[in-house]
């Protein structure tokens, strides 16, 4: 679960989280990880027995060609799809035990996520996207819009907070999907080709942004991308091939 900052009735929200400590990473354990799906009457095995352990605080990212399975991977770890066969581990306890709800709020609270594209609400400002996880969770409003004007400061938006998608630039758009993804100080932050819809100078800043907020939180990091030129930042780097990961490097 996610550490929030305390704060009492009197206490601004700045101040708390000001005084907020850095959260650790999340331990994230895969066994047996497999996932099938079956189309015009055939199987198809996309991963096949994945196992994988990664420390608290590790940063790794996956390679592969389109269709190897990398996003499927990315989904099951997120918690939004289910796995055929075997377990999805954080701190050693099953990602998807307890109802729904509790999938549900667990992924909200200890799991952040960048997709290619932005998916931001386009009638909302950059404000209140980032704030939704933190809404969803049932924080006061003060205290979650406290915590994505910090989360867009730290991205260089706070001249930004109440303009909508259709007014920012595209590197704008994807850093206040960052911000969102970042807003409840994640455990685990899974990015999917975040910078893969930009052009190489803003793929380059923006993603120097991600590592540079995900250092500072001390997320777990997973990142899916087709550039050896990002994959080469990180110091693991796994490669799907037919099912299954091998390491790199």
Do not use: Y
Not at 16 to 32: H, I, K, V, Y
Not at 98 to 111: F, K, L, P, T, W
Not at 154 to 178: K, Y
């Amino acid at each position: 679960m996610v550490d929030l900052p305390l704060r009492t009735k009197t206490e601004a929200p700045e101040r708390a989280l000001a005084d907020a400590s850095p959260r650790g990473g999340m331990a994230l354990r895969t066994e047996n990880l497999c996932k099938r799906f079956h189309k015009g009457g055939q199987v198809i095995d996309v991963l096949r027995g994945i196992d994988l352990t990664l420390a608290p605080g590790e940063r790794v990212a996956i390679l592969g060609p389109s269709g190897s399975g990398k996003s499927t991977f990315l989904h099951l770890i997120g918690t939004l799809d289910r796995p055929t066969e075997g377990r999805v581990l954080f701190h050693e306890q099953d990602a998807f035990s307890g109802g729904a709800g509790e999938v549900d709020a667990r992924r909200n609270q200890s799991i952040g996520f960048v997709f290619q594209f932005h998916h931001l609400l386009s009638d909302q400002t950059a404000l209140w996207n980032t704030a939704m996880p933190a809404i969803i969770a049932g924080l006061p409003r003060s205290e979650a819009e406290a915590l994505a004007c910090r989360a867009l400061a730290r991205l260089d938006l706070s001249q930004r907070l109440h303009h909508r998608p259709g007014e920012l630039s595209g590197g704008e758009q994807q850093r206040v999907a960052i911000a969102r993804a970042m807003v409840m100080r994640p455990g685990l932050l899974l990015a999917d080709e975040p910078t893969g819809n930009l052009d190489p100078r803003t793929a380059l800043a923006v993603f120097e942004q991600l590592l540079a907020l995900h250092d500072e939180v001390g997320s777990t990091l997973v990142v899916v991308t087709h550039s050896r030129e990002l994959a080469a930042k990180f110091p693991r780097r796994l490669r799907l091939v037919d099912g299954r990961f091998e390491e790199e490097g």
